[in-house]
Every structure is written in C-alpha cells, then in structure tokens.
C-alpha cells in the first residue's frame, strides 16, 4: 500500500507544476519532520496551538515537535496527523520524515488505523476503533 503504482507516480510527475516539486514531494531525505509539519501547516492554513491541543499532546512537547527539538514515537506522529486531518499519503511521509514505519494494511492496528484515515475520522473515533477491535489505543 506504501508504494504506489508506476501510472499514479506517472500522474503525479506529469501533474507537478515542477520537477523539484515532483522530487522534493516523493524524496523525503533532507526534510525533517519540524519542516514538513511546518510545510503542511501553511498548506492547510493550521494553527499549530490548535493542532497541538488537537492531537492530546503537552503543549511544550508538542512545540518541540514542531520546532524539531524533540523527536516523537510513531504513535504521536500519528496523533499530530489525525489533529492535521492528513491524508494516509501525508500521514506516511509525516512518518517517514520522523524516522517510523509508515503504516502497513497487513498489520491489524494499521489496517484500522488507515481505514480511519481515509474516513476523515477524528483522533477520538480512531482510539474509540482501536479499543472496540482490542488494540492499542494512539493515547
């Protein structure tokens, strides 16, 4: 599910406004998390203190995640992108940035995890499926 097929990445090639647009969205080397956080974040027109506050975390723990200063576990990045309402693209490339395993449909948690991804689901209605199927919750 993580690598998309040869006509999709085609689609997006041709569809850049830019080759650096094209290399820089599919090459995550070189960008931090803090900065692609940062990137989505005016993309999205998001107030960090509101994602902060979102996605459940210690305001100072998540500032420093943002600021780059701190490094989150797989699972508060996961936070942060369902505070984002990222998509299952974004939220992988958040992952990766931060140096976790994007998310996997063969894996149980993950599979219900994306499921509430592409739903547009809450932090809230993902711990609440999470608990109901029997796994770990994200917080």
Known sequence: MSEPLTEELLDELLSAPSIESYLDE???????????????????GLERSRVVRM??????FGYQIF???RHPSRDKVLQIAFAMALTLRETNRALTAAGASELYCKDRRDA???????RGCSLQKVNEELYR???RTIC
Do not use: S
């Not at 070189?30 to 999205?44: D, F, I, M, N, S």
């Not at 996605?55 to 100072?60: E, G, Q």
């Not at 219900?112 to 592409?118: A, V």
């Open 133 to 135: 199927f029997g796994e």
């Open 26 to 44: 599919r090459d995550p080397r070189g960008r931090t998390l803090a900065e692609y956080l940062g990137q989505l974040l005016a993309e999205k």
């Open 67 to 69: 600021q780059g200063t």
């Open 55 to 60: 996605a459940n975390l210690n305001d100072t």
């Open 112 to 118: 219900i995890i994306i499921f509430c991804i592409d």
